[in-house]
């Protein structure tokens, strides 16, 4: 089976996805945001948090050397599912694309800004990083996940990217799509 790294926005499906992965193909989940939080605290000088991670080149080679690591150790009889918001489609390209190794981008572009903070707030759990914000910062944010998924789909589109659209009404649904779709690749 091949390893997959699963991108985008956050409140994107990221987690369903790998979750949903796991639970039917056994697949080892590494959380980007786990990863990233124990980077910063152990390293809190290199400033690498969840709005500078993205963007933060010594964290993508640090991910990278982690993923090779893994896949050596495992001998790939354990393939694994990244999820991360801290990884972009082109540093998956430069980093992660190869033989073995697919890409998923779950997007938010066909969704208006209040749509999204109205779905962000319905499913908003107390620790959820998102709940104590005010709803003027994230609709701000809506703002700039929707930019960046449309960005994105545009991007996956050109370079023969899978790009899957996660902002729609029945989420149930549309991961069991993402799920059958992906099977022919995963099996390969």
């Not at 033989?99 to 208006?112: K, P, S, W």
Request: with cysteine; hydrophobic share 35%.
């Amino acid at each position: 089976m091949k390893n997959v790294i699963i991108i985008g926005p956050p409140r994107a499906g990221k987690s369903t996805l790998s979750n949903l992965l796991t639970n039917k193909y056994h697949y080892q989940i590494i959380r980007g945001d786990t990863l990233r939080k124990a980077f910063h605290l152990v390293f809190p000088k290199l400033n690498i948090s969840s709005t500078t991670a993205i963007h933060h080149e010594l964290f993508k080679k640090f991910l990278y050397e982690f993923m090779n690591s893994n896949i050596t150790y495992a001998r790939n009889n354990y393939p694994y599912v990244l999820e991360s918001c801290d990884i972009t489609v082109e540093d998956y390209q430069k980093y992660f694309q190869n033989d073995n190794t697919i890409l998923c981008f779950l997007g938010l572009a066909e969704i208006t800004p209040e749509q999204l903070l109205s779905h962000i707030r319905y499913y908003d759990s107390p620790n959820d990083w998102s709940a104590n914000r005010t709803d003027n910062y994230m609709l701000e944010k809506c703002i700039e996940y929707i930019s960046y998924s449309k960005k994105n789909k545009l991007f996956c589109q050109e370079h023969h990217l899978n790009y899957f659209e996660t902002s729609v009404v029945n989420r149930e649904i549309t991961f069991n799509k993402i799920l059958k779709q992906l099977e022919k690749d995963i099996l390969n």
